[in-house]
């Protein structure tokens, strides 16, 4: 045979596997599915999803989804700065549940609170609905979560090691803060992720912090709904074994980003996501004195004549706030 009709052949069957992997994310269907309609057998077609998601992984994640360096997290802060007015911010997080089928033998490991099997995706979004940083493969029991913890991005987010940048002066001050992720009350409260006051009894001040801290939150709840609604292979559960479900998410969101900044059509932003968005129990203590300090410093900036905005106000509209 010679070496060009080898490199044909190659071509052909790299070629079929991306539009098998094509198929799969974008509309979900079963391998018994496309197995009719490929007459390709479904232990093959699982073979090709896996690998091939690997690779596109393994090919992309340096170009559309790099590891974060100090100068990509001050490009995500200016983002979040010019289009959420949040300064210091470099990133909105989440977690999302991905219902899977019951692998064999797996146990109750997979089960999450709502007695559904699924694997947990952590995300960092910046503010141009891509994901800066994923963290893959904990799965839906809530004991498991601190697998997350073991990623380098859990360790970043969740253990107080985004040390990446210096503190600097929130625009208009003088006094450096530090550069703080947003979140919501899954989370916990930390001196470099920053999640909503308590909705009882709050002042003016708190509620135009967690009105403020959603709006640049709400980042990260896009990207995953502009990520199901392309590939539609999250909206039920995914008939596939623990290892391959990673990769499949991995590429998904890696496909996301790429997306993001090639397609000139650029997609138009879902707001409703076919993410499970039960909470992961993190159980990690209650919040340092510092960390509390750190909210308070973005609270009061929030509502000084340097860091409000236009209009914060209009929306406490049930008379006088309490006062603590």
Same mark, same amino acid.
């Given at each position: 045979?010679? !070496? =060009?009709?080898?490199?044909?052949?190659?071509?052909?069957?790299? =070629?079929?596997?991306?539009?098998?992997?094509?198929?799969?994310? &974008?509309?979900?269907?079963?391998?018994?599915?496309?197995?009719?309609?490929?007459?390709?057998?479904? !232990?093959?077609?699982?073979?090709? /999803?896996?690998?091939?998601?690997?690779?596109?992984?393994?090919?992309?994640?340096?170009?559309?989804?790099?590891?974060?360096?100090?100068?990509?997290?001050?490009?995500?802060?200016?983002?979040? #700065?010019?289009?959420?007015?949040?300064?210091?911010?470099?990133?909105?997080?989440?977690?999302?549940?991905?219902?899977?089928?019951?692998?064999?033998?797996?146990?109750?490991?997979?089960?999450?609170?709502?007695?559904?099997?699924?694997?947990?995706?952590?995300?960092?979004?910046?503010?141009?609905?891509? $994901?800066?940083?994923? &963290?893959?493969?904990?799965?839906?029991?809530?004991?498991?979560?601190?697998?997350?913890?073991?990623?380098?991005?859990?360790? +970043?987010?969740?253990?107080?090691?985004?040390?990446?940048?210096?503190?600097?002066?929130?625009?208009?001050?003088?006094?450096?803060?530090?550069? /703080?992720?947003?979140?919501?009350?899954?989370?916990?409260?930390?001196?470099?992720?920053?999640?909503?006051?308590?909705?009882?009894?709050?002042?003016?001040?708190?509620?135009?912090?967690?009105?403020?801290?959603?709006?640049?939150?709400?980042?990260?709840?896009?990207?995953?709904?502009?990520?199901?609604?392309?590939?539609?292979?999250?909206?039920?559960?995914?008939?596939?074994?623990?290892?391959?479900?990673?990769?499949?998410?991995?590429?998904?969101?890696?496909?996301?980003?790429?997306?993001?900044?090639?397609?000139?059509?650029?997609?138009?932003?879902?707001? #409703?996501? &076919? $993410?499970?968005?039960?909470?992961?129990?993190?159980?990690? =203590?209650?919040?340092?004195?510092?960390?509390?300090?750190?909210?308070?410093?973005?609270?009061?900036?929030?509502?000084?004549?340097?860091?409000?905005?236009?209009? #914060?106000?209009?929306?406490?509209?049930? =008379? +006088?706030?309490?006062?603590?």
């Amino acid at each position: 045979m010679s !070496s =060009g009709h080898h490199h044909e052949e190659v071509h052909h069957a790299n =070629g079929e596997a991306a539009h098998h992997l094509e198929r799969f994310l &974008a509309t979900g269907e079963s391998f018994a599915s496309l197995h009719v309609q490929f007459r390709v057998g479904k !232990s093959t077609i699982s073979g090709i /999803v896996r690998s091939t998601c690997h690779v596109i992984w393994q090919y992309l994640q340096p170009i559309s989804m790099p590891s974060p360096t100090p100068e990509i997290w001050l490009q995500v802060a200016a983002g979040f #700065q010019s289009v959420a007015n949040f300064p210091n911010c470099i990133g909105a997080v989440d977690c999302k549940h991905v219902r899977v089928r019951q692998p064999p033998h797996s146990g109750s490991r997979l089960i999450n609170y709502r007695k559904y099997f699924s694997v947990v995706i952590m995300a960092v979004a910046d503010s141009t609905y891509k $994901f800066v940083g994923i &963290a893959v493969g904990a799965y839906g029991s809530t004991e498991d979560s601190r697998v997350l913890l073991k990623s380098e991005l859990g360790r +970043q987010v969740l253990q107080d090691q985004v040390t990446l940048l210096p503190p600097q002066p929130l625009p208009g001050t003088t006094d450096p803060a530090p550069f /703080v992720m947003v979140s919501d009350e899954a989370f916990p409260l930390m001196t470099n992720l920053l999640r909503p006051y308590p909705r009882r009894r709050l002042d003016a001040r708190k509620r135009v912090f967690n009105m403020r801290l959603s709006q640049a939150r709400c980042f990260v709840e896009g990207t995953f709904g502009m990520l199901s609604s392309k590939w539609r292979v999250f909206t039920s559960a995914m008939q596939l074994d623990e290892a391959t479900v990673d990769e499949v998410i991995k590429a998904a969101c890696v496909l996301h980003n790429y997306v993001r900044d090639y397609d000139s059509t650029n997609m138009d932003m879902e707001t #409703q996501s &076919a $993410f499970n968005d039960q909470n992961v129990n993190w159980g990690l =203590g209650r919040p340092s004195n510092r960390a509390m300090l750190v909210r308070k410093t973005f609270a009061d900036y929030f509502t000084s004549p340097e860091g409000a905005v236009s209009g #914060q106000f209009d929306s406490l509209r049930d =008379g +006088q706030p309490h006062q603590e």
